[in-house]
């Protein structure tokens, strides 16, 4: 199989689900999440707070560690799943692809639909709470870094949550134990246990770049450059583990 | 084969009333469900964890009487009992109506003599059979173990708690199971009706705790925190001052009332056509 | 054009391939060996045909045996999907997607593009005459059109072999006798293999002569249809007879050659016949009724179709 056909393969591939992602009804759930974290960062917003403090605490609980894996699990865990249920996933199997490249066709439009939804979100969030406030230099340096953590998480998440819909038959019920209970409440309990989340990594790049608020005041962190390391191994494990499924799925 | 005679006969017994035929829908929906591994799960934790512990307490240490704040304290705070009734509605209620939506039951309901209502009656019931199965019965059960313990002679006393006792589990029954068919209304996946009775519940939760930093009053959109208010106030026992019993109530109806309705328009509209 | 030596050439060979699913046996020790032209797998549901198809594509493993396509094994070989355009039986198609998008995806996934791969979609959908078509949802087409639009996405890509599964399964006539033109000219005009399953003879024998029947997982005829239509009228058939004074025509009957055993039913109402030769038998029944004096209201035969065909042969 030449270069330019993999290539050609997993462009359709990834062009065809991400349309299916942004233009679906789950989109539906996009909108729905933006004008919420709107309304409750805008009440917020209206409050007596101290903006930068509080408006990072609020991007940090709501969006980053909340909405952003839960969205990617509401997307991830059932693209492909959906697919071999319904048996639409017949025309990518018996193309003359590899099944790897499929999926990474899969994985590259769940990252792409997933990014471009939480940064709506994200931006929806912060202007709403940040315009009544403070929407100075440093209010916007944190709109980027957190922009930067949600992307890299989303990401990673992304790969998690698409493995898992390969992996498992009912994916979306290990998610939400996954996303609510253990990166809720695993990844909050201090000690080593809490490494073993993605939430605790990127927690600690956010500590390095973030000045406001209780993510800046994380102790336990890692290096940022080691967090990040993990991230991109994590992402590329998820990756590289989840294709190795696909390639060895039977698709009755 | 050749062309041959019918040999169909007519039948000649008595049909049953309209009314019953929910029943037939119940039994079979109630029959499917509590053979589910979910449910059994379920209550079997459920009963371990909230009312096991309770039951043998109540049995072994002295007590006058059955006491209000005893059974408050059993089924209001800590949140255990709202978050696992929350969980099963979750699961009892994620494919009543997805399951009929996904595979087009409603052809074989509604080409027979059953209206919109006797099918969702039919639902409904079945549902709350089996949330009784954990958020009344057992309560009821303790009340009563409490009662014929008791060293008191107090027992029309200890007789209104247990009605008290009756009122608040029928609310814990009744308060999830509009807004999960609601929900298994909305999607052809079980799956995705499950994660999304759960989710909204978990959104209005840690909306609550966001809000309440500001002004507590905010406490009540929590569905746990709301019936567990109310629990408050069936048994008598002082509520917070930041409740406002009028809210309280409002938000309980609407949360009742509303996905009822919206469920009823849905099938309605699956059934009838756009 | 064929040559005597493409014709010697397997286009999908099995040999003793076996395919299970848990306690659930989908193929049993299956043999064959299909070559060039159009080639019919006749069986009823459940007999392995989609297993079949599905073991062909590579969609599933073998649990033991083997099988090729044009030569080469196909589980993790997705080389060889260039080469086979495949229309399964189920609904595999996006529903919320246009059948032009339909056909620029699976042109995308055979590195399809550009002006190339537009007016290959243009030229599809019109031998399907779904070109009118091609800008609706697929959500909302009829059956006989999703069929069509499986075709055409089989076809995109001018493969060499078509593997067809019940294609003509819930169309309606009309449907069904384009397709089924369709096929043929695909076959004649464009040297395209065939392999085609159905559950109904008479389907096949539209399309081919060369067929394979599939019972319960295993091959248990392949030739000629004409040499299957043969065992239908040779195998012994069950006749049930009902009507006035039948005990007579009982006699008669018994006296027969071509009977094997005549068998009252309960309240001797009627007779159950069976018979090796059942033209003999039918040709004969109306002298054997006047001599007899007997009268007949009801008759039927238990055996004349496809299933009552596989449990003959298998029990052969």
Redesign the interface.
């Known amino acids: 199989?030449d270069l330019?056909?993999a290539l050609?393969?997993i462009?359709?591939?990834a062009?065809?689900s991400f349309k299916?992602l942004i233009f679906?009804r789950k989109a539906v759930i996009t909108l729905l999440i933006t004008v919420?974290v709107a309304a409750?960062m805008g009440?917020?917003g209206s409050?007596?707070v101290d903006p930068l403090p509080d408006g990072t605490d609020?991007l940090d609980?709501?969006i980053l560690f909340?909405f952003m894996p839960?969205m990617a699990m509401i997307y991830g865990a059932?693209l492909i799943r959906d697919e071999i249920d319904?048996?639409?996933i017949?025309?990518?199997?018996?193309?003359?692809?590899?099944?790897s490249f499929s999926y990474l066709g899969y994985y590259i439009s769940l990252a792409l639909a997933v990014v471009v939804s939480m940064i709506i979100v994200n931006t929806a969030g912060f202007f709403a709470f940040f315009a009544q406030n403070d929407l100075g230099s440093e209010a916007m340096e944190v709109y980027l870094e957190f922009t930067v953590l949600v992307t890299v998480g989303a990401f990673v998440y992304s790969a998690l949550f698409l493995a898992v819909g390969v992996m498992l038959k009912?994916p979306?019920?290990f998610?939400?134990v996954y996303a609510?209970i253990w990166e809720g409440f695993i990844g909050s309990l201090p000690g080593a246990i809490q490494k073993v989340s993605v939430k605790y990594y990127l927690r600690s790049v956010g500590s390095d770049w973030v000045d406001y608020g209780r993510m800046s005041g994380f102790d336990e962190a890692l290096g940022p450059l080691a967090s990040g390391l993990v991230l991109v191994g994590l992402l590329v494990f998820f990756v590289m583990f989840g294709a190795y499924l696909f390639?060895e799925t039977?698709?009755? | 084969m050749g062309i041959n005679p019918i040999e169909y006969r007519a039948w000649k017994g008595v049909r049953s009333a309209q009314d019953s035929r929910l029943y037939v829908i119940a039994k079979s929906v109630f029959k499917h469900r509590i053979r589910s591994i979910g449910v059994i799960a379920l209550l079997g934790l459920g009963f371990l964890l909230i009312h096991a512990f309770q039951l043998i307490f109540t049995v072994m240490v002295p007590h006058e009487s059955l006491d209000a704040q005893t059974m408050y304290d059993y089924m209001g705070s800590g949140g255990a009992f709202a978050i696992f009734a929350i969980l099963l509605a979750a699961v009892v209620t994620s494919d009543l109506i997805a399951d009929d939506l996904a595979n087009s039951s409603f052809v074989l309901y509604f080409s027979r003599a059953i209206k919109v209502k006797d099918y969702l009656a039919g639902k409904t019931v079945a549902a709350l059979s089996i949330m009784s199965l954990l958020c009344l019965i057992p309560p009821l059960g303790v009340a009563i173990a409490s009662m014929a313990t008791q060293t008191g002679s107090d027992y029309w006393g200890s007789a209104e708690i247990m009605g008290r006792t009756v009122v608040a589990g029928a609310l814990a029954t009744v308060f999830f199971v509009p807004y999960g068919l609601m929900i298994s209304s909305f999607t052809k996946r079980k799956?995705?009706a499950?994660?999304g009775t759960?989710?909204s519940f978990?959104?209005m939760t840690?909306?609550a705790e966001?809000?309440a930093e500001?002004d507590d009053a905010w406490r009540i959109i929590s569905p746990a925190e709301s019936i567990t208010f109310s629990f408050s106030w069936i048994f008598g026992v002082e509520m917070p001052s930041y409740v406002n019993g009028w809210a309280l109530l409002c938000f309980i109806v609407a949360l009742v009332a509303i996905p009822a309705v919206v469920v009823y328009l849905r099938v309605r509209r699956q059934v009838v056509g756009k | 054009m064929n040559t005597p030596a493409d014709a010697r050439t397997s286009v999908m060979e099995a040999q003793a391939l076996s395919k299970w699913?848990g306690e659930v046996i989908g193929l049993n020790n299956f043999s064959l060996d299909i070559r060039h032209g159009i080639t019919g797998i006749v069986g009823p549901n459940g007999a392995g045909k989609s297993t079949l198809f599905?073991l062909a594509?590579?969609?599933?493993?073998p649990s033991t045996g083997t099988i090729s396509v044009l030569g080469q094994k196909p589980w993790?070989n997705?080389?060889?999907?260039?080469s086979?355009g495949?229309c399964?039986d189920?609904?595999?198609?996006?529903s919320?997607?246009t059948g032009r998008?339909?056909l620029?995806?699976?042109?995308?996934?055979?590195?399809?593009?550009g002006a190339a791969l537009s007016g290959r979609i243009a030229e599809v959908s019109r031998l399907v005459e779904m070109d009118r078509a091609l800008d609706r949802k697929i959500g909302g087409y009829s059956k006989g059109m999703k069929q069509r639009m499986k075709i055409a996405?089989a076809l995109l890509h001018d493969p060499e072999i078509l593997i067809l599964d019940e294609p003509l399964s819930g169309t309606d006539p009309l449907v069904r006798r384009d397709i089924i033109d369709l096929v043929k000219r695909l076959n004649k005009e464009n040297g395209h293999d065939v392999v085609v399953s159905s559950h109904v003879l008479f389907e096949i024998e539209r399309l081919t002569h060369d067929v394979v029947l599939i019972y319960k997982g295993r091959a248990v005829a392949t030739g000629d249809i004409s040499e299957i239509r043969d065992l239908i009228d040779k195998h012994p058939h069950n006749i049930v007879i009902e009507g006035e004074g039948i005990g007579g025509l009982a006699k008669a009957i018994l006296d027969e050659g071509f009977t094997v055993s005549v068998s009252f039913n309960e309240g001797r109402t009627g007779i159950t016949v069976q018979v090796s030769r059942p033209d003999d038998f039918f040709s004969r029944l109306p002298e054997l009724m006047e001599r007899s004096g007997g009268s007949v209201t009801k008759m039927y035969s238990l055996d004349d179709n496809l299933e009552a065909i596989f449990r003959y042969l298998v029990g052969r």
């Open positions: 199989m330019d056909t050609t393969g462009v359709a591939i062009r065809h299916k679906s919420f409750v009440y917020a409050q007596d609020m609980t709501l909340f839960v059932s319904d048996k639409s017949t025309h990518v199997a018996t193309a003359p692809l590899d099944r009912k979306v019920f998610g939400l609510f390639r039977e698709l009755a | 799956s995705y499950a994660v759960f989710m978990f959104v840690i909306v966001i809000f500001f | 699913y599905k594509l590579g969609l599933i493993k993790k997705p080389g060889i999907h260039s086979i495949f399964p189920y609904e595999s198609l996006p919320d997607s998008e339909y620029s995806l699976v042109g995308g996934l055979h590195a399809m593009k996405g």
